[in-house]
């Protein structure tokens, strides 16, 4: 079999990935709040037509109310609209889930079995999920309690992430947080959307080797970079805009030749990305 062959083959792993929808009865600045449920709808109905593997949403499903109960039920609205799709559903956690809800009670709600970081394996990949909503001391964003442009992982998640690295390394690895861990400055200092730890989460990542690809939200524009051998694609908010043109979701497939191909629908982007093959 040549090259070529080997290319078209099926995707090791399709995903589906939908960023910071917000949603909440209202709208404010480009955030069109209300407007998620229709467009997390329409995202659903495109993912449980294609053979994806999971989806994840990358988190902020959800924006604040003053009321504890009135934001529960905007989680559940999105939860129910989320589990249309038949697959397995991961969530990263964002800044705005715990605004007014604990962690436990955010993943609770959600129906989530896993706690908020954690690791799976499918088709040979390796996939570690951050949780990057902490103070300096490692304690949790909680309720309200939180600073969104002052966010951490704790020292000890960063140990978790280089055992459950080092416990994969014959695998690819792709990493999702919410938080961004790339490097870039803003107004010459570091852009509050990046976690103020993220050269120590990036220095775990870079030694472990095998992490190829690290996939990030919470900037709403979205972005694209590449640092020391790994690609940091950050998902365009779906939240941004009025109407289903303005929706913004993403399919991923991973080939066994190391191609990431990013199938963007309305806002988001296409992305093509060859993933470092050497260790
Ligand atoms: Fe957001
Ligand atoms: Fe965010």
Redesign the pocket.
């Known amino acids: 079999m040549n090259q070529g062959d080997i290319s078209r083959r099926a995707p090791v792993v399709s995903l589906g990935l939908f960023a910071?929808a917000h949603y909440a009865e209202m709208v404010y600045g480009d955030r069109h709040c209300k407007e998620s449920p229709a467009k997390l709808a329409a995202c659903i109905d495109t993912f449980e037509q294609g053979e994806l593997d999971f989806v994840v949403c990358m988190?902020?499903i959800i924006d604040k109310s003053e009321d504890h109960d009135v934001e529960l039920g905007y989680l559940v609205r999105m939860r129910e609209i989320f589990a249309g799709f038949s697959g397995p559903r991961h969530f990263v956690i964002?800044?705005?889930d715990v605004a007014t809800l604990t962690k436990d009670e955010f993943l609770r709600e959600c129906g989530a079995t896993h706690p908020a970081y954690y690791s799976f394996d499918v088709g040979n990949v390796h996939f570690a999920v951050l949780d990057g909503n902490c103070h300096r001391d490692g304690n949790d964003f909680s309720a309200g309690n939180f600073a969104?442009d002052d966010a951490w992982v704790s020292a000890a998640q960063l140990e978790w992430l280089a055992q459950d690295l080092a416990e994969s390394c014959d695998r690819k690895s792709i990493v999702f947080c919410?938080?961004n861990l790339d490097h870039r400055l803003w107004n010459g200092e570091l852009d509050p959307h990046i976690l103020r730890n993220a050269d120590q989460v990036r220095g775990v990542l870079e030694t472990a080797g095998n992490v190829r690809a690290v996939i990030q939200?919470?900037y709403h524009p979205g972005l694209q970079t590449t640092m020391n051998g790994i690609d940091y694609l950050g998902l365009r908010a779906m939240v941004v805009g009025a109407g289903l043109e303005n929706n913004s979701f993403a399919i991923v497939s991973v080939h066994a030749d190391g191609r990431l191909v990013l199938r963007g629908f309305e806002q988001q982007p296409n992305v093509e990305l060859q993933l470092r093959e050497d260790g």
Do not use: I, P, Q, Y
């Open positions: 910071d988190g902020d964002g800044n705005h969104w919410h938080e939200a919470h």
